[in-house]
């Protein structure tokens, strides 16, 4: 059985609305081990050509054997990310750059912030990189400026640092007890893990034809027990900039607090808007606003492992800080949710930063929005395909006339790596300094027409991914997506 009638024979099933009963759930089970046996493939490409081990080898390998294989494994997986055919995932990526961050990790890959007295000079880099990028958003830059914050390990940690703090926050200033915050369709996923992990309520609120968020579904949504509105600057889906400053001014009149997540645009925007770009403000110019996440391990051009969160206030920060004075381990703290964390990374991220500079990263902003702006006009040139609202240098597409999963999956065999997205169906290429490569946009565009005719040409033919895409996407039963997701999960940490 191909994967495709396997999916549509799974989807039948649910459409049926007789998942419950034990034989089809039996059947369900073995057909989704099918469809894990072929993305085994692609997940496990190692399997038989390398060692693989279930337990400490009894004598150890040479240091030269493993960074032997290690080195094939790299060379194995490097091309198809450094020549930009991947949305994302590595936004600077030149060799020199590389090579300078991987120098200063190594002078620092001792190092451990907990131990704040054994290395200060990783206090030093962390409280520069946050004073850098809150003025780079915003903030005055004098001695008494209230403006503050912490490194995280990611966009997904300063999210749910935040969103912590607005619990605490609330619960101390304001007594709420069942805190609800209230945020676009669109937000990050990261809002809602913090969800499940802090017992907080999300009031999702839909989108517009220009899927920002509606402002007055927000107004109206807001409750006695509302913590926090948050925005996206942008939105990860299709690339747009939330009505922030409406948003926050929202928030301000309710006494809340508002979060931008500028995660994916916070280094790019400032310099876009320097180069003359429209660029709605979203930052702390505007009164309203008081925390923002950003990604320093994004557009900041860091390795991964590494972001900001500000805070407008000191106050506000306190209580993301964890502290226990009563433990017989000593009297313990730590600003954010790890224990031990890697200096190297912080130092990595304030020596990006500075060896970038300012003209480093408009330069470097300016050939991502001229290259985005390429694929974005050339996208609408094609008749089949739309642009998804109006982005800066995250685009989205889609089609009214064909199956937009099967044009990525014909992507995907011409070698490239784009995201599958739902609630619309769409795909979207998320452009970095790899994209502004010469001839890539150029690749893309021609890539994808070809794409698009061979749809068009071959309307019966199924495809391997697609259908799963589609029924990920249209499938009623959430549950039965949830458990595909859970298996494939456990394949990640299944053993070649
Ligand atoms: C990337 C991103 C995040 C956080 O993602 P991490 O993978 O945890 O760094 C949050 N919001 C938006 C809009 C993003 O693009």
């Not at 309520?201 to 920002?212: F, H, N």
């Not at 320097?274 to 702390?284: E, I, N, R, T």
Request: proline share 5%.
């Amino acid at each position: 059985m191909d994967i495709s009638s396997l999916v549509s024979s799974v989807k039948s099933f649910f459409f049926r609305g007789i998942k419950s009963i034990p034989v089809v759930r039996e059947r369900i089970q073995k057909e989704y081990n099918e469809i894990m046996k072929s993305l085994e493939g692609s997940l496990k490409p190692y399997k038989g050509k390398f060692a693989s081990f279930k337990e400490i080898p009894r004598e150890g390998k040479s240091q030269e054997d493993i960074l032997q294989i290690m080195k094939e494994i790299k060379d194995f997986e490097e091309s198809r990310w450094k020549d930009g055919y991947v949305s994302g995932a590595v936004y600077h990526g030149d060799e020199k750059h590389i090579d300078f961050l991987n120098k200063v990790y190594s002078i620092h890959s001792q190092t451990n912030p907990l131990h704040s007295d054994l290395w200060p000079s990783i206090g030093k880099y962390e409280a520069e990189v946050v004073a850098m990028t809150s003025f780079m958003l915003g903030a005055d830059n004098s001695d008494n400026a209230s403006i503050c914050g912490t490194l995280s390990s990611g966009g997904t940690e300063s999210i749910l640092l935040a969103m912590k703090t607005y619990r605490d926050w609330a619960r101390d200033t304001k007594g709420i007890h069942n805190p609800e915050v209230v945020l676009p369709i669109t937000a990050h996923a990261a809002f809602d893990k913090a969800s499940e992990y802090f017992h907080i309520k999300l009031v999702k609120i839909p989108i517009e034809s220009d899927y920002r968020v509606n402002i007055e579904k927000v107004k109206n949504a807001i409750s006695k027990n509302t913590i926090a509105i948050v925005g996206s600057a942008p939105s990860f889906p299709h690339g747009v900039i939330d009505p922030i400053e409406e948003l926050s001014e929202i928030a301000r009149e309710h006494g809340v607090g508002f979060h931008t997540d500028a995660c994916l645009g916070g280094f790019l925007l400032p310099f876009a808007e320097k180069l003359g770009y429209q660029v709605p403000v979203f930052d702390f110019r505007l009164p309203g606003v008081t925390s923002i996440s950003v990604d320093t391990h994004k557009y900041g051009y860091a390795a991964k492992g590494i972001s900001v969160i500000l805070y407008r206030t000191k106050e506000l920060r306190r209580y993301q800080y964890f502290k226990i004075t009563e433990w017989p381990g000593g009297i313990y703290f730590s600003p954010s949710f790890a224990g031990s964390r890697p200096g190297a990374l912080s130092a990595m991220s304030w020596a990006a930063m500075v060896n970038i500079g300012e003209k480093g990263y408009m330069a470097n902003a300016k050939k991502i929005l001229e290259t985005a702006n390429k694929i974005k006009n050339e996208i609408k040139t094609i008749p089949d395909l739309f642009v998804l609202g109006d982005p800066l240098f995250n685009v989205s597409f889609s089609s009214h006339t064909i199956d937009i999963y099967k044009v990525m999956e014909s992507m995907t065999h011409k070698n490239w790596s784009l995201n599958g997205l739902h609630k619309p169906s769409c795909v979207h290429i998320c452009v970095t300094l790899r994209h502004a490569q010469e001839g890539v946009a150029e690749r893309f565009i021609t890539d994808l027409r070809e794409s698009v005719a061979y749809v068009k040409a071959h309307p019966s033919e199924k495809g391997e991914m697609a259908p799963v895409y589609g029924m990920a996407a249209t499938i009623p039963d959430r549950t039965a997506v949830a458990d595909l997701l859970d298996m494939y999960m456990d394949l990640l940490y299944k053993i070649e």
